[in-house]
């Protein structure tokens, strides 16, 4: 394709769009880098945009609270094994049994039942 082609083809798509509407024709001259809009204009805008803002802090709130929450969880269920761990040790100590020696630990499931320490083959 040659130059020659090039712009008669830009000339057609222009004189196209100059048919299509030609109210909407304005010269370089009139066209500015910088457009006024009137604040009645923009209010509607700026008001989204504040509740986007505000709805995205919320969420930031929220989801640190939640891994904080979440945090504190997992640090509680933490001191909870921590407890049953040394209560069982406990018990193994208190039944005389050989620390250096794997026991399983079966728990009662009713009210008023005995516990087992069953010896584990290492």
Known sequence: MTEE???DFAQEESETREEEAPELET???ESSEVVEVEWEDMEELLMVRQNYSDNQALLSDMLVTHERQKLN???RMNDLEAA???IARDLQEKC???LDWTYE?????QLGEKGY???KED
Not at 105 to 109: D, G, H, I, R, S
């Open 5 to 7: 082609n090039k712009i």
């Open 27 to 29: 010269s370089e001259e």
């Open 73 to 75: 969880l997992l640090q």
């Open 84 to 86: 049953m761990n040394k």
């Open 96 to 98: 005389a049994l050989n």
């Open 105 to 109: 630990l079966k728990l009662p499931t």
């Open 117 to 119: 320490f069953i010896r």
